[in-house]
């Protein structure tokens, strides 16, 4: 599933020189750079993804209308990032349009391995309809199309909640705490919160959504820290996290948790009453599946707790860009249209019918796509995820910095290790601040 495809993995590093020859000759398929060509017709481009692709009679329908074979390439995610980055560095050809990370516009922009999205489609028009779009953006110009919504939300288990004897949900994070703990003090459930502590990438996402939900920003424009003093927003999340460990809101055991495992085996099975940071879907496509969940119409979405109300959701999309090797970048454009559609993404993620369902395809990028599917019943909370999709925000609003990997490595293994009570809270911010700090200045 989409959710539990992206988010729950590590960030992929680019791939160091020396192992560059061997990754190139297992993904360059032969081919070779050479000049692009703006044909589109009797052509066969290659889509690498790291997701099933669309239904066999979609893409037949879509070679009859343009004349353009899609050979498609399903590779897993971390694979994935470095298979294009070695064949951008080596400049071999690798796919013709393939996968950006929202983590990693920054970095693609700097090093200008993609294609101007804006050169080959209309990204103005498809502002309005793509409220991710913005997340693509790097030095004005757009690295990718966001092709499946994904943004964080707080999920609850409404059930659980009733039974402390809570009527009303929480719009602020205080009410919110205090709602885990009298769940606690009644005895529902000993354990009411989910955070996943274990050093890895859903760790640091975690702390973003929180650092948002009390009113601050990570980075500015300059990639310099907004978090380093206790009174910023993000010094006062990962203390709210760390207390919430120490007190006895989340499990003791979640110091080696990862974010899938903590939805898999905590929420899912009604563990805890709540993940503040879950991920856009889980609810439909995880919690009320009987097959891998014990909380079957238990689980619903709550707009995210805010300091003096709802907060926001902080958007960690996947899209579909052209890189600079790209055989046949014009008919890559049109396949990307063609994929990132409304009537596709609703038709993909279910609102026709299971003959036209792309397998882990969840919550279409366009709200008219969104619309769509929540007017025919087919999305789980439909008209919820749409007003949240709307409120969604790029984590970093200037656009995810270049040095993103090292920066988020920084902040989930200073984070565990505050966790840990091997350093403390002040410690570990101060840690992630002068990390953030060296990498803004280039040193």
Partial sequence: MKSMRNHMRGVALVAGVGSLSLIVAGCSGGGGGGAASTATKGVTITVALAIEPPPRAALDAFTKSTGITVKWTNVDWDSLQTKISAAATAKTYFADATDVDWSRVGQLGKLDWFYPMENYVDTKAMAADMPQL????????????????????????????????????????????????QIKAKG???????????????????????????GGTILDGKGKPQFATPDSAGYKAAQWMTDALKTGLVPPGNINVSDSQGQQTLMAKGTVASTFSDYSGNVGSLYDLPASSSVVNQVT?????????????????DGIGIPRQAKYPAAAAKFIEWFTSATNQSDFAGASGPDKVMPGFFIPSRLTGLSQLTSKGKL????????????????????????????????????HAAATGSMSVGDAVKAIADTATKLSNGS
């Fill in 301 to 317: 979405y709550l707009p995210t707790p805010g300091v003096s109300g709802v907060g926001p959701n902080l958007s960690n999309p």
């Fill in 188 to 214: 529902v459930t000993q354990y009411p919160l989910n955070i996943p502590f274990a050093a890895a990438e859903g760790l640091s996402t975690y702390w973003y959504q929180t650092t948002a939900a009390f």
């Fill in 380 to 415: 789980v909370e439909g008209a919820q995820l749409g007003n949240l999709l709307k409120g969604s925000a790029p984590v970093f609003p200037e656009g995810a910095p270049a040095w993103y990997p090292q920066f988020s490595h920084a902040v989930y293994t200073n984070l």
């Fill in 134 to 181: 913005n997340s693509f953006t790097s030095n004005t110009h757009v690295i990718g199309i966001p092709y499946d919504a994904s943004f964080m939300v707080t999920t609850v288990n409404k059930q659980l909640f009733a039974k402390a004897g809570i009527t009303t949900l929480p719009t602020t994070i205080d009410a919110y705490t205090k709602d885990l703990q």
